[in-house]
């Protein structure tokens, strides 16, 4: 039976009835007095100069208030990272993608502000354009930004341990090249935000982002404005997957309409504007060799990354770093070299999505150590456990592992599928296939990343908890609950989260990374414990006491050992709190681990998180040799992520990331010609379903991490790493082909399967 | 020279420029989506049963979406005091005054709800009503409610020291007998409000209330749900002077409609609604016994008071105790007797307005004491000086005066205004008087009455404040700042202030009693000093000084007497709170004086507050014998208020309390007839304008009060109270005649001085 009352349990969202009744609040829904609508008009071309922008008559029609273009911009460039402000906040000389915003309207509503668009008239002269990232870093390609010679956004150089040495000491060596597509976040409430700018100065923004506090902190340095003149209000958000970190064009626009109006600006992308004209997940094509030891052992790793990073740079230095981090976990690697650029194409420019950099190196790295044991006669689950890291490792760059439940996820999750006893079966067409992953349980940003929390005491007994999480969807407002109370030893509805207002909440950087429970839970557990030791005073004297004899459980506060002897939470915070014999309770806290290191600007060594997730995947799949059908049976499913905090969530984090692997790994590919994108709505774009789903086992790996709140880590993000080199394995296993671009289609099978019988 | 940097200033509010741009955001302004209007049905009747209401029509009109009567309420009862629930959320089986609120309807638009009203068929059988309070208590008055015997809403008997020994000493005993008219409160903005009730049952008011918290605390309490269920947001409101203390119909009205449909519900009083359905300042009959030695030294008083309650007790208690209480203060009294009741009449019922419960008191007992120094032949502000309260007294009731300037006042009035050189000329009808109060810095509430104070910071030494205060257009965000300032040495736009929302800031009763500067203000230094002790820490170690030595000014830490060594504060505060170098910080602080003792059920003795403020007034009249006309020419002003936080603020409490006062003393008066109010409206009811007001001449008596901070104490309801009887004075020293029925209207003064000519 487990320790606890609250955590680790099946706890239901608390939000689940305001959203399933439909009173949950989208931007969507929102409504402000004066309230004006903005619209913004795109580029029609991939790259062109910008000769005239002519506003004149949309400026005149009626209920047109505002109309501003990147002159109103006032040379302000933007970008998340002070080295990748390349972007004007609307498009000033050039347009670099289909999709580059050049103008926008505000007006009486969303019909006129349409219209309006029609009426300005945009000056072009095309420009050849550039969309292959191999052939843009090419000497004599179009130049896309004046500051960028072969377009090279971003490089960076790994170079670990000793590679050539490494190779030298190799007894067998494989060379690889991978690449991977260009996929679209597909949530379902595209980006939206209503601006509002007073008299004062104060910029306040309602918007669906997953970084509240982050988006203050880049507008306020965009804007060279402190960070009290910007707030921004978070309502519900539905859903993000990396792809509401950032600021993007609708933000700036709406801010400079709402300052040029002085009244509320509200702007909704349609979902073909959110996945043509904001950002989407990054492909990457990667030339990885790899040197191990006749057993398996790795003893060499050098890659060379080209990422095609559209037409800005956004998170290059983010995205290049967690490509050469994927490289050194989840397995022992001494010796690590990297050569990675971010090429500027003329495509919509990328941004973090779920496993960011990540997911793109795992797959090559999980299928080529496949190769690899086949080619060494060695089972793809031994030479895994063979290599994979343990709790006190420490990687090549500094990565501390201070727990790992790799060898347990690989053996449990072998075991419970009859790994050993079934594998392939080429005659059928069957195959399973196994992936391994770490994820960091969060990252450290640039500037300040702990997480805060603030507790507040009703007289009766109820807990008001002020954290700045950022809930989109995931549930990170019941653990944050949860966490409360099982501190308190109370339930659930004895607690209001409120979430989160970068004029309100304490400072929290936010949804990404894996880093919320670790995190923002550490912040709420020190919070509630604060809460508690002040409680345990005023209950030690009503019990005649000692304050750390007392256990905080089931509403009441007893004296340990004593079940009897106790007095209610209500009563304790009245006593606490009534005038003149006490004060107002306020909890406070915040979360930092203290074994973060960022990585030295010159060796590139640190440990950027306080711990990291592992989790094994094995799948199961079926393939029509006649139609190149791949079905997906089952997956396997384990995963050392600590002490879960709520089943409920962690299950859906690990079905949801094996689902979205799943359509990554067969399906999912926003496909773009002479850089425009041929399929930019969820019709078109193929994601998979509920019903698509394969049947999903899952065995949860717990192991106490000792930094995570009650020993909890990442889950989230790990699985579709995981997951999705699973499947590819699977397939491979079943056809005995390999297919190294993703995603796998039936056509690409077909193909395949008839070129190895051409061969064979 | 201050030894301030903000303290004492005279500093703009912090929310002016949004307030005359028009951007500052009331309830009427607000919208939600899918919002309903609401609007009620009043009693057209003083005192008649509800036969029976039919909602049929009303209900099947198009656009309407609920119609709740007092069925609807369920039988339970409202009231601010456990003792007081005397009434339902909307009529059930009787109407009580004209404007009681029989139903409710929420339509889609405010002009079919107020149509639909008239689709409601009630049916009464009127009964016989009653005005008159002394005749309410009598044997055979038609009873109001069946529980009240005698229609005696609530007594209060107080007996302190030995009247009659008392009296027995006294030199010199008169009795007089003192009535005080009906008054509105005469704010700008009408009563408001939206509420929202989501599936989870939570209810969300946006209303414009003078106590945030004190409204949830009354309407969890009223429904029976826990205090976590209801949230109130309290948006700018345009004033109170405490008509905006309590919960009335409208919130019960909307709670109902909004549970029933589901839906948003606002509901906005006209004016009109706001001055006959909701509550208005208490009329009280006062019949004062007073004995003095013959060098004016009082030494026993005996007061019969008769309060005219309307139709609901609503604040009985308060309102007797307040009568009591300001006969004991700003005099030394050592021998008081009380005999106070509440009378039911079928009139609209009373509630707090500035002074409440206590002008009525003053403006008898200082009239009456310029009649016996008239009697003895003293100097009005003799008798004033001799009897005065002193720093270190202790009323006969227990009220601790741990400062008290009110010697000071006296003086300094009397000194500029020239007292001595000229007093009245009756040949030339101008006269001058003397008035003087003191008035508690703030009243102890029954449960918790403690306000709590949050400051969080932002990495670039901004200052974010939450405090629970309500801002009501007085000003206290901005006093709440200028505290914060002032202890951090960083100026007022470095501060947000975040002010009040139940769910968010910490607890703070609310605008009333005078107590938010002493209160919510020493709150807040306490939170400020408790940041400035973290970030001292942190500067310390930047200095290589001892955090005790360091001094907060101009944005900058200094070490004490170097002001050359110093380091910015945005530099301290991001070194405090960059990851893994510090943690977030986060102040916390609440504050209930130490010296407060509830009063004792049987001796009714105890200290109501941490101190008191003292006020003098010398009003200086012209009046035009052949019309009656008043001309108040000029109103000298001492207040020890003890340390000024805010000059400008504070002398427009002065100036504002003097011109309210001056509406009181000569032309406000709500006319009641068979029970209807016949000047509902701000045209037919007079009050001052800014035109009206005479010259002002303001003295600050600045004396550091040991609790308050910075030594400040009360400024707003005291001076009501004594420029009220100043204004009564003068007459009596400009005419020769006493009339003792406020207003002292013109026809009042012309009757008067015929009478007077006819006697004489």
């Known amino acids: 039976m487990s320790e606890y009352s609250v955590i680790g349990k099946r706890t239901p969202k608390i939000e689940s009835v305001q959203q399933v009744t439909g009173h949950a609040e989208f931007v969507g829904d929102m409504v402000l007095p004066r309230m004006l609508f903005g619209k913004t008009l795109k580029s029609p071309h991939p790259h062109a100069k910008i000769l005239n922008i002519d506003i004149t008559i949309a400026q005149r029609m009626p209920g047109v208030k505002a109309v501003v273009t990147g002159k109103d911009g006032q040379g302000i460039k933007y970008g998340p990272f002070r080295s990748t402000r390349d972007r004007d906040l609307l498009a000033v000389d050039k347009v670099r993608f289909i999709g580059d915003e050049v103008a926008a309207v505000a007006a009486v509503d969303e019909d006129t502000a349409e219209e309006a668009l029609d009426l300005i008239r945009v000056e072009y002269e095309p420009l050849p354009a550039i969309f292959d990232p191999e052939e843009a870093i090419l000497e004599g390609a179009p130049r896309i930004h004046d500051f960028a010679k072969k377009n090279i956004a971003m490089d960076r150089f790994w170079d670990f341990g000793d590679v050539d040495k490494g190779f030298d000491e190799a007894d067998h060596v494989r060379r690889d090249r991978f690449s991977s597509q260009m996929t679209t976040h597909g949530f379902l409430e595209p980006h939206a935000c209503i601006t509002k700018c007073d008299p004062t100065g104060k910029i306040t923004i309602w918007a669906n982002v997953q970084r509240p506090f982050l988006i203050r902190r880049d507008l306020a340095l965009v804007l060279g404005v402190p960070l009290n003149s910007i707030r921004v209000i978070k309502p519900f958000v539905g859903s993000g997957f990396g792809g509401k970190n950032l600021l993007i064009g609708l933000y700036y626009s709406s801010v400079l309409l709402a300052m040029k109006t002085g009244r509320p600006v509200k702007m909704v992308y349609d979902l073909k504007e959110s996945i043509v004209c904001t950002h989407r997940r990054v492909p990457v094509i990667l030339d990885i060799k790899t040197g191990v030891k006749r057993n398996g052992t790795l003893v060499a790793q050098h890659s060379k990354a080209v990422v095609d990073g559209g037409a800005f740079n956004v998170m290059g230095p983010a995205t290049l770093y967690n490509i050469g981090l994927a490289h050194v976990i989840p397995y022992r690697l001494p010796n690590f070299k990297l050569e990675a650029f971010q090429a500027f194409t003329n495509k919509i420019p990328n941004t973090p999505m779920r496993g960011h950099g990540q997911l793109q190196v795992h797959f090559a790295v999980e299928c080529q150590l496949d190769m690899i044991a086949e080619d060494l006669g060695l089972d793809p689950a031994d030479i895994r456990l063979k290599n994979a890291l343990q709790t006190g490792d420490v990687t090549v760059n500094g990565l501390e592992i201070i727990s790992s439940g790799l060898s347990e996820a690989i053996q449990n999750a072998t075991g419970k599928a009859g790994w050993k006893k079934r594998r392939g079966n080429l005659d059928k067409y069957r195959g399973r296939g196994i992936g391994c992953s770490s994820f960091p349980t969060g990252a450290r940003e640039t500037s300040q990343s702990d997480s805060g929390a603030i507790i507040q005491l009703t007289e009766d007994g109820k807990v008001i908890l002020l954290v700045g999480v950022a809930d989109i969807g995931q549930g990170c407002n019941t653990v944050m609950a949860q966490i409360t109370a099982e501190v308190l030893g109370i339930t659930m509805d004895d607690i209001t989260t409120i979430a989160a207002d970068t004029d309100i909440t304490p400072f929290d950087p936010g949804a990404f990374a894996s880093r919320t429970t670790f995190y923002a839970g550490n912040a709420v557990k020190i919070t509630a414990e604060d809460v508690r030791n002040q409680l345990a005073e005023v209950a030690a004297k009503m019990l005649e006491a000692d304050p750390d004899d007392l256990e905080f459980k089931d509403k009441h506060i007893f004296v340990k050992g004593s079940p009897g002897q106790g007095v209610s939470f209500e009563k304790v915070t009245k006593a606490a709190q009534t005038s003149g014999r006490g004060r107002i309770i306020i909890g406070r806290g915040s979360y930092f681990p203290s074994n973060v290191v960022w990585p030295d600007r010159k060796t590139q060594v640190g440990n950027i998180t306080g711990s990291y997730s592992f989790s094994t995947s094995i799948a199961e799949v079926d393939i029509d040799k006649n139609t190149g059908k791949i079905n997906l049976l089952k997956v396997t499913m384990a995963h050392d992520g600590g002490q879960p905090i709520n089943d409920l ?60 709140p009650f020993g909890a880590k990442e889950v989230g993000e790990g699985f579709i790493c995981c997951s999705l080199p699973a499947i590819v394995n699977a397939i491979h296993d079943a056809t005995g082909v390999w297919i190294k671009d993703l995603p796998i289609t039936s056509e690409k099978i077909l193909e395949a399967l008839k070129e190895k019988i051409t061969k064979s």
Do not use: W
């Open 649 to 708: 969530l962690l299950e859906g984090q690990m079905e949801g990331a094996t689902s979205m692997a799943m359509g990554h790994a067969l399906y999912e590919h926003l496909i773009i010609k002479d850089g425009k994108i041929l399929n930019p709505s969820l019709r078109d774009y193929k994601m998979p379903t509920a019903m698509d789903n394969p049947e999903m086992d899952i065995i949860k790996v717990i192991i106490h991490d000792p930094e995570g």
